[in-house]
């Protein structure tokens, strides 16, 4: 039998080249494959993500009979186990734990600031606590050694005034004692000239002035004794002096209160009494009831005798003395500066207490 070997050879070489065409129509699929899978997600062969997305292809469900002896990559890919992908952290995961770590070192860093702040606030505690208690010791050192002045000036015989009483201090007492004369003094003098009957009376006008001091520390002298006198009557405390602790309390207590109150206590009464003497006096003069000037320098002089007389210890004048002294008088520029002997005086001595320092000096004629 004869057989056309040719055909046979062109048969066989036709199959073989279409399953050869078959194969690299095959393989350029599957190569095609690869480089859609390499376009779409940018990633290499081997990783997890490209292997989920080649499991899901449509390409795994072609047959690949022509390649099961020779494993191709598309192959490896699509039986390789997914166990791993389930673990593998996605874009937005990524997102919110990077967010989360940027939050978490915000905190962190506002916490060191904060403690920052806090260790410097504290120092400076300490250095105000430092502070605070040298500024103790040292005040305590101040006081104690204004303690020690105080003592030695109380040992040498000096006085402390209360600063809060203002114009009832016995300073501000004296300088208005020195005021009364050397400015009310001159003012109700004018005052006394307008009166036609004393124009030229110069030693009478001052004999007035004069007189109206010494009656206003005598009328306050004795309203003083007046109101001592009927608090221990109504409280019947007998006159004679004993040591009774709680008579002795008395008294002190009844000074504190008037020298507390010279300027809201009444003296009506004793400015009538002092004007009064005045217009008894110089019956010869009515018209000095009339004068202004001269009333509101008797009240003045009563105002300032019921202050002074209610110090402890109590201010007094001076106006019997004769013979002149340097600590205690001064000449007026019309005297004889060679003469001892007192005239005559233009204003009283003040002594604080009976026999006590003279604070301002007498104005007399020699």
């Not at 022509?66 to 874009?91: A, E, G, I």
């Not at 206003?216 to 405390?237: D, G, N, P």
């Not at 002074?308 to 600590?327: A, H, T």
Request: hydrophobic letters at 30%; one cysteine or more.
């Amino acid at each position: 039998m004869y057989i056309n070997i040719y055909s046979v050879r062109n048969r066989s070489h036709r199959s073989s080249s279409s399953s050869d065409n078959q194969s690299l129509t095959e393989g350029s699929s599957v190569s095609s494959a690869k480089g859609i899978i390499h376009r779409n997600f940018d990633i290499k062969p081997e990783g997890p993500l490209y292997c989920s997305r080649i499991s899901n292809s449509p390409l795994d469900n072609r047959p690949l009979t022509k390649l099961s002896n020779s494993p191709s990559p598309s192959s490896q890919l699509s039986t390789r186990p997914l166990c791993k992908l389930s673990n593998s952290p996605t874009p937005s995961a990524q997102l919110s734990t990077s967010s989360h770590s940027t939050v978490s070192f915000q905190d962190s860093w506002q916490v060191t600031a904060l403690r920052r702040e806090v260790s410097v606030l504290k120092a400076e505690l300490n250095q105000s606590q430092l502070n605070i208690e040298f500024l103790q010791q040292r005040e305590r050192k101040i006081k104690e050694r204004l303690a020690e002045q105080a003592r030695l000036m109380m040992d040498r015989g000096m006085r402390f005034e209360n600063v809060a009483m203002g114009g009832g201090r016995p300073t501000a007492l004296i300088r208005r004692y020195g005021n009364l004369y050397a400015q009310s003094r001159v003012d109700t003098l004018d005052a006394l000239d307008s009166i036609p009957e004393l124009e030229h009376a110069h030693d009478l006008k001052s004999k007035i002035l004069f007189s109206a001091v010494v009656l206003s520390f005598r009328s306050v002298y004795h309203t003083m004794c007046e109101i001592r006198s009927r608090i221990k009557h109504i409280l019947q405390v007998n006159d004679e002096r004993t040591p009774d602790p709680t008579i002795q309390e008395l008294d002190h207590c009844i000074t504190a209160h008037m020298k507390n109150s010279v300027d809201r206590f009444d003296l009506r009464k004793n400015l009538e009494e002092v004007l009064s003497q005045i217009w008894a006096t110089l019956y010869d003069y009515p018209s000095l009831k009339n004068c202004d000037g001269l009333k509101h320098y008797v009240k003045d002089c009563v105002r300032l005798a019921w202050s002074l007389s209610n110090q402890c210890p109590p201010f007094v004048i001076e106006y019997e003395g004769r013979v002149f002294r340097k600590d205690l008088h001064v000449r007026f520029h019309s005297s004889n500066q060679e003469s001892n002997h007192i005239k005559t005086y233009l204003w009283p001595t003040l002594l604080e207490g009976r026999n006590g320092p003279c604070v301002h000096k007498g104005v007399v004629v020699t």
